[in-house]
């Protein structure tokens, strides 16, 4: 026999939310809730031990509050002390000891159902089964009379609610799944009459048990026939087994219903009748006749009224709602308002140039409802009537007067008898067709769901043009440049142009035939000069006024040459430096030219005596040149009159989509809007909130002027080798390491002191410090005039590589390329770096090193391109080209070099690109490996992050200065400033 030390006898009522309060006895005294929550809980870890359960008083009684959550579980198996002697002293208590494992196995084996007083009540919760086999015996009768329970068990229903939910519906994931598999539990009810719907009934409704009902009720709206011209509703009984069998009812305000079904159904009508009743009566308040339920007609705006709306509520509360056939295509067909253009529009004009984005196209108003095309004066009939059904052409026709208004004002905002330009038909159909592909990936993707800028999409009118057969062949080949038939190529041409290429000036001359504004923007070394020289040519015998091609002065010796090579019989002026012609001598000189050549200086410069001339064709190269809109020289280039205008580009984009704008706004003026307009439609939805569907939209509008191949395209077929690329991190020096943070130091210290235009200077000073002192202490001390002048010993050289790790890597990478019979081009933005590194690099090899910059001639650029291409590499020679970023990283044909090194880095990796493409071009027959330097732990590791995370814009459209970083706050530059010892 055991022997207890103690006797504790126990008390147990639950509160309506389901938490149990806990009281007793120990050996005939009251226990405190503390002591016996140690003694009850000793052993229950969800409580961790009784710890954490609330004490409370009632009166003199100190209680223990269970939560729902783990009522349940607990009293299904307690695990009381056994030093005790327990037991309950209530019959309630008993019973729950009783109830609770049969319950706690209802909740996990799924023997619930959800409750259709909390429903009623608007709240969701769960109740067992009770024709479970489990609860076959269980008096729920005598139960519900206990104390404790709660009154009709309220008490013990939330307490096994809160068990269901905790076992089957805790987290979201799962609570999503029950709102997606029962989705009209969750549409509440408040308020529902007893008498409205039965148990059964809603959990049939529900999905949660079958009906056994054979028969369905469903409401069923009836439109105007020849028989009966109105509209009229009734509710009828459809067979379970043959849905197309249905029985009409006449249902009395009392609940009565009468009809002709079978004797199988009667006890089922007679048991759902009187809810039924209650139901509609509160739906349909107005539809009751002489005691009849739905015995009246409809009039048109009831009709449309429960169609649109009542028709929806009835589904959510559970009724089978049957609709006319046409209703769902008729309720989706959204009006659409079009202008067809005449036929013939666009196809003459006779000239090279057909039309313009300026001319004008005639059109009639078309209003397109489903399948039904209205004229504009049927439109107009139909809005008179005012009616929001109506019956046109032999079917109903849904008219909504939100959108209808919409239509007329856009009708009264454009005139037919004045046209439309073409540059308004190729907006609006390059969107009209971006909204079909949308809709497209929508229906293919298996989404239904509208979005809510889809829903205000479906709010609003838009304008579409119906195309005439000559405009929609021409939008066709604006997609698909590749359907445009080539073009002969001209027979002056010294060249063999691949495929893509006579593609390309194909497209050019296209464009200029339909006077479109083009960009040639393919990637770097694929031959942009080669094809706007064959348009050239082919245009030429026809051309009245000579071209005019602005180009950095950097490559104007460049063109020079191609033309010649390319293109001997094309007449060309070069119209630069001291030398050029003035007015009276240029207008004597250009009917005996072909081709005039001037950098983007002069035609600033010279702007008022180039825009004397209308040119045959203005082409821009390397375009991203304007890509400040607000400056002199772009205004200059803009305000130049021409036939045709082209930009050539690799880099359309280098760092904002203002670029962008300035370059279109050359080639086709006004096309994008504005500058500010195209700012707020576009730019700043895209750069700061990543706005896809603006970004989808600016690609549809791009898409027809811009012709962009890239190298790795399947389609191009270029004996082009692979580009290797890698970085080279390097460590500080010492010496580097202490300027660095001496530098750093000094800023900091100085912020606190300075604002506006002197904080600004201190910081873009110090950025420009902490650059040089990454590549080399030197560029900073007044050593480097005696590096520059003096020759270099081997101890001078030993010194300056010791001082510089980079430098030291460099070196070393240098020579073992070179001893293999390789040639590089390294990039450096510093003058002084570059001469450092020409005069080290010549001393070390014995060999002599070019070195390009800002200031070097023309000539003398010329003769090293040439001497740098024609050696081989093999033996003493020009093998090493040194570069300044600026000047030489763009324009140049540097094919002899197949290793390219970022001595220091840029801002901007379009910018970079275009100098390793001085190399990783076409004619290259080596692979092409590049280097990029950086050193651990500075600010060329944080560009380096900057670089990666930019590249996303150039991508997503077609890739700074470092005026940013001036705006930072004190901690934002100590963070982006300081030197990181870990990395």
């Not at 270029?718 to 202490?738: F, R, S």
Request: hydrophobic share 40%; charged share 25%.
């Amino acid at each position: 026999m055991l022997s207890y030390l103690h006797t504790l006898s126990l008390s147990v009522t639950l509160t309506d939310r389901g938490d149990a309060l806990i009281w007793g006895e120990k050996d005939g005294r009251d226990i405190g809730g503390e002591q016996l929550a140690k003694l009850l809980f000793a052993w229950h870890a969800p409580s961790y031990y009784g710890t954490t359960l609330e004490i409370t008083a009632a009166g003199e009684l100190s209680l223990v509050v269970l939560p729902a959550e783990m009522a349940l579980p607990y009293f299904a198996a307690p695990n009381f002390l056994e030093i005790a002697e327990w037991h309950m002293a209530t019959e309630a208590g008993r019973q729950l000891l009783e109830l609770a494992p049969l319950l706690l196995r209802a909740a996990e084996e799924g023997s619930y159902l959800p409750s259709f007083e909390a429903y009623r009540r608007g709240e969701l919760a769960w109740t067992w089964d009770g024709r479970a086999e489990m609860f076959e015996g269980v008096d729920w009768v005598a139960i519900s009379r206990l104390e404790g329970f709660g009154d009709s068990l309220s008490g013990l229903r939330a307490l096994f609610s809160a068990a269901v939910k905790q076992r089957h519906y805790a987290s979201d994931a799962a609570l999503g799944d029950l709102r997606r598999d029962y989705p009209a539990l969750f549409r509440t009810a408040p308020g529902l009459s007893a008498e409205a719907i039965t148990e059964a009934e809603w959990l049939a409704a529900m999905g949660w048990r079958p009906d056994i009902a054979p028969f369905r009720p469903a409401l069923q709206l009836l439109e105007p026939d020849d028989e009966d011209p109105a509209w009229r509703l009734r509710l009828v009984l459809t067979d379970r087994q043959d849905g197309s069998f249905m029985i009409p009812v006449r249902l009395q305000e009392d609940g009565q219903a009468t009809g002709d079904w079978d004797d199988a159904w009667e006890p089922f009508v007679a048991e759902r009748a009187p809810g039924w009743a209650a139901r509609l009566g509160a739906a349909l308040p107005g539809l009751t006749s002489r005691g009849v339920l739905l015995g009246t007609t409809l009039t048109d705006e009831s009709a449309w009224s429960f169609l649109t709306t009542n028709s929806r509520q009835l589904l959510e509360d559970g009724w089978n709602v049957l609709l006319p056939g046409w209703w769902e295509a008729a309720s989706k067909r959204k009006p659409r308002l079009s202008a067809r253009l005449a036929e013939g529009a666009g196809s003459g004009g006779g000239g090279e140039s057909l039309f313009g984005m300026n001319a004008l196209v005639s059109f009639d108003w078309r209003v397109a409802i489903g399948e039904n095309s209205l004229s504009e004066a049927e439109f107009m009939s139909l809005l008179e009537r005012n009616e929001r059904l109506v019956r046109f052409r032999g079917e109903w026709i849904y008219l909504d007067p939100a959108l209808l208004e919409q239509i007329r004002r856009l009708m009264a905002s454009v005139d037919p008898a004045e046209g439309l330009s073409l540059q308004d038909i190729l907006q609006l159909h390059l969107l009209s067709e971006l909204e079909k592909e949308q809709t497209a990936e929508r229906r293919a993707s298996g989404r239904k769901e509208e979005s809510e800028e889809e829903a205000e999409d479906d709010a609003r009118v838009e304008l579409e043009v119906e195309l005439n057969a000559h405009l929609l062949k021409l939008m066709r080949q604006l997609a698909q440049p590749s359907d445009i038939p080539a073009l002969p190529v001209p027979d002056g041409l010294q060249a063999e142009l691949r495929g893509y290429q006579r593609q390309g000036f194909t497209w050019l001359s296209y464009m200029r035939q339909h006077g479109l504004g083009a960009c040639l923007a393919d990637d770097m070394g694929l031959g942009k000069t080669v094809q706007f020289i064959t348009y050239l040519l082919y245009h030429q015998p026809v051309s009245e006024q000579p071209a005019l091609l602005v180009c950095p002065t950097s490559v104007l010796g460049n063109w020079q040459k191609e033309l010649a090579r390319f293109a001997p019989e094309l007449r060309v002026m070069l119209h630069y430096g001291k030398s050029r012609l003035g007015r009276e001598e240029l207008t004597e000189a250009l009917p005996h030219t072909d081709i005039v050549l001037t950098s983007y200086t002069t035609a600033l410069l010279d702007q008022e005596t180039l825009q004397a001339y209308t040119w045959s064709s203005l082409c821009l190269d390397e375009a991203q040149n304007i890509k400040n809109a607000a400056n002199k020289q772009s205004a200059a280039i803009r305000s130049l009159s021409a036939l045709h205008r082209i930009a050539l580009t690799g880099t359309p984009i280098e760092n904002r989509l203002s670029e962008l704008w300035s370059i279109y706004d050359f080639m086709n003026p006004g096309f994008l809007g504005s500058q500010r307009g195209f700012q707020q439609r576009f730019a700043t939805p895209i750069e700061k909130h990543q706005d896809t569907e603006r970004t989808a939209q600016l690609q549809q509008f791009i898409k027809p002027f811009m012709l962009r191949r890239k190298k790795k395209d399947p389609a191009i077929q270029l004996d082009l080798p692979d580009k290797l690329e890698n970085k080279v991190y390097i460590n500080l020096t010492a010496e580097q390491g202490a300027m660095y943070e001496q530098t750093v130091k000094d800023l900091m210290s100085r912020m606190q002191q300075l604002e506006g235009m002197e904080r600004k200077g201190a910081i873009l000073g110090a950025l420009t410090q902490l650059k040089q002192l990454c590549d080399h202490p030197v560029l900073l001390s007044k050593e480097l005039d005696i590096v520059e002048s003096t020759q270099l010993s081997e101890e001078i050289r030993e010194m300056l590589i010791g001082r510089s790790a980079k430098l030291e890597r460099l070196v070393t990478m240098v020579d073992e390329l070179r001893d293999e019979g390789d040639s590089c081009l390294i990039f450096t933005q510093y003058v002084g770096m570059g001469r450092m590194l020409a005069n080290l690099l010549s001393a070390q090899r014995g060999e002599p090193v070019l070195y390009l910059n800002g200031s070097t001639p023309k000539q003398a650029r010329d003769g090293m391109i040439e001497s740098f291409q024609a050696f081989d590499g093999v033996g003493p020679g020009p093998g090493i080209f040194i570069l300044s970023l600026k000047a030489g990283g763009v324009g140049l044909n540097l094919t002899a070099a197949n290793h390219v090194f970022h001595f220091d880095r840029w801002w901007n990796p379009a910018v970079e690109n275009q100098a390793t493409d001085r190399a990783y071009r076409m004619g290259q027959k080596k692979n092409v490996q590049v280097h990029k330097f950086i050193s651990l732990g500075t600010l060329e590791e944080r560009i380096d992050e900057m670089l990666e995370n930019k590249m996303s814009l150039s991508e997503n459209v077609i890739s700074s200065s470092e005026g940013w970083i001036t705006e930072l706050s004190n901690e934002e530059l100590q963070d982006l400033f300081t030197l990181r010892r870990t990395w």
